[in-house]
């Protein structure tokens, strides 16, 4: 070899290697906006339930309690909701949803306080949180309002659609009557992480 070959040698390798890593850069780039623009998430952050397009928007309705207590939705307290489409006679596949939403909010733990269960009753006659179950502390059984059927598919038959509402009042997920309510827990989680 030559004195001039083996500056050459190294010189090519040099443009290999920036090559390379110039390629392995935009690469990675390119693939990560080729999953964004196509919408493909990996499964840990995907939601479990329903994702409601568009919202449903809350914010201007003024909801009270049975007791004729106004419930306001209050953005500073970063309070979700899960809201229960209760049905005015509660039935045995609507007391194992009722009891289901309180397993969910108790498991929340340290978080059950930022979380406040709504159970929305469709007329004034006859609708309460199932007897003999225990109530999650922050459980509000709000009397009925006609902004009840602005919920999506709400009086669908075979038992109680759960939604998940944001603090500023939009609705944003929703859980079928049958569908597992370990995936609202799932939601709440890592939604209750993101504040």
Known sequence: MTADALPDAIRRRNRFTLIAIVLLFLGTMLVAGVMRFADIHPAATRQKGEL??????????????LDGTP?????????????????NVCDDACARRAHDIGVVWEILNKDASRVDVLWWCPTAAGCSWPRGLAAPSTL???????????LPRVDVPGGVPVYLVDPNGF??????????????????????KLQ
Request: proline share 8%; no cysteine.
């Open 171 to 192: 609705v944003v997920l929703r859980y079928a009557p049958g569908a597992d309510l370990g995936d609202l827990r799932a939601d709440l989680v890592r939604l209750l």
């Open 71 to 87: 419930y306001e939705w209050a953005p500073i307290h970063r309070t979700w909701r899960i809201v229960a489409a209760a049905p």
């Open 52 to 65: 409601l397009n568009p919202y449903t928007d809350l914010r201007d309705v003024h909801l009270r309690t």
């Open 140 to 150: 509000h059984v709000v009397a009925a309002d006609p902004a009840r059927q602005r």
